[in-house]
């Protein structure tokens, strides 16, 4: 009995260990923040923005007229569809979220739906980039 608690408690202690440096490891270096802050604070371009934001609606006119679709500015499965495709083909960016920002502020969509589906677009990120592309949609829709 005692053999079998002290190896509990040598794989309880090394659970441990590893979540602990598994959370350090996940947690953002200064210098990440650095790079990103310095990205946000660059100058944006706006044109890249003006992209984005035309294949957005231009996905988003297609989706919720197509036959079958469901027609309503709140359906969290088309517009989280509609946010992975630009981000797959834009990148996960400043730019790209302040473009989703500024489109669903037009589209009349809920801040928590728009962020809501953005999320779980970006859901496979680092937080990091998560944190750069909720910036950039938070500023765009309360943005123009």
Do not use: W
């Not at 990103?36 to 919720?64: C, F, G, R, T, W």
């Not at 979220?97 to 859901?123: D, E, R």
């Amino acid at each position: 009995m005692k053999k079998i608690k002290f190896v509990m408690a040598i794989v309880l202690s090394a659970t441990m260990l590893f979540n602990t440096a598994g959370l350090s490891y996940a947690s953002v270096a200064v210098g990440e923040m650095d790079t990103y802050k310095n990205s946000v604070n660059s100058v944006l371009d706006y044109n890249e923005v003006d992209i984005i934001y035309s294949e957005l609606d231009s996905e988003y006119n297609n989706y919720y007229n197509s036959e079958g679709a469901v027609i309503a500015p709140t359906d969290l499965s088309g517009l989280t569809r509609i946010i992975t495709l630009i981000i797959a083909e834009h990148g996960a960016t400043y730019g790209a979220g302040y473009a989703i920002g500024i489109f669903c502020k037009n589209h009349k969509i809920p801040y928590k739906v728009g962020q809501g589906a953005l999320f779980a677009a970006c859901s496979p990120l680092l937080p990091t980039i998560r944190a750069a592309v909720a910036l950039g949609f938070d500023n765009g829709y309360h943005s123009r």
